[in-house]
């Protein structure tokens, strides 16, 4: 079954320490894959997109297809990070459209 | 982003009673979705419309029935509500222009008794 893996609950860093959060998935065909974010009171929204090869304040994420990961990456971590981040894998198979997504991570960043 | 609309924002209710949870939109997206969430846990989808004629059944529908009243409007029902549905219920839109991006409402915290 497809499934995405996000192993950490938790990820503490220190401001403008580098960023990884880890995303995993399971998925035999062309993955089309997200990050989305949900900031204290706010709602969740995207993040970016796989496909978009952008980089959106300061994120990146590369998908390897070898290692069927899509992390998360910011090389110096600012306070107003701190929020939580879902990694998601959006896919149609036999017909059927799914949406999945990781547990999440917590990413706190201190002072 | 006030474009995609949640009502109630909370509710408590009871086992047994019938609730319909409301989702509006004003994005002009042909699809739209039902999560809910647990503690813990990812969003999982409960039902997705494509369009108005289009209803489907997403990975934990049992329990759940939805109506898409229009383009703007899919509401969701559970005909008969039991504690472990107890959840965070999310709705959310998209459109096929700007991939399979998910545009996200407030979410509806529900409780049942």
């Known amino acids: 079954a497809q499934r995405v893996t996000q192993p950490e609950k938790l990820l503490s860093v220190f401001k403008g320490a580098p960023v990884e959060l880890k995303c995993n998935y399971s998925?035999?065909?062309?993955?089309?894959l997200f990050w989305y974010v949900q900031y204290s009171r706010q709602r969740l929204q995207l993040l970016l997109r796989?496909?978009s090869r952008e980089s959106i304040k300061g994120f990146t994420a590369d998908l390897n297809k070898g290692e069927t990961s899509f992390h998360l990456k910011k090389p110096f971590a600012q306070e107003e990070d701190s929020a939580m981040y879902y990694c998601?894998?959006?896919?149609?198979?036999?017909?059927?459209?799914?949406?999945?997504f990781g547990t999440g991570t917590r990413l706190k960043v201190l002072a | 982003d006030a474009d995609v609309t949640q009502t109630p924002r909370n509710r408590i209710t009871k086992t047994g009673k019938r609730i319909m949870l409301e989702c509006s939109q004003t994005?002009?997206?042909?699809?739209m979705y039902w999560y809910r969430q647990d503690p813990g846990l990812g969003l999982r989808l409960i039902y997705y419309?494509?369009?108005?004629?289009?209803?489907n059944k997403g990975e934990i529908s049992d329990g759940y029935s939805v109506s898409r009243q229009a383009q703007a409007k899919f509401s969701l029902s559970l005909e008969s509500a039991i504690p472990n549905q107890t959840a965070l219920y999310f709705c959310?839109?998209?459109?096929?222009?700007?991939?399979?991006?998910?545009?996200f409402g407030p979410g509806t915290r529900l409780t049942v008794l």
């Open positions: 998925y035999s065909g062309s993955p089309e």
């Open positions: 796989h496909i």
């Open positions: 959310a839109t998209s459109d096929l222009k700007w991939g399979d991006t998910q545009y």
């Open positions: 419309s494509f369009d108005v004629k289009d209803i």
């Open positions: 994005k002009g997206h042909d699809r």
């Open positions: 998601a894998l959006s896919l149609t198979t036999s017909g059927t459209y799914k949406y999945i």
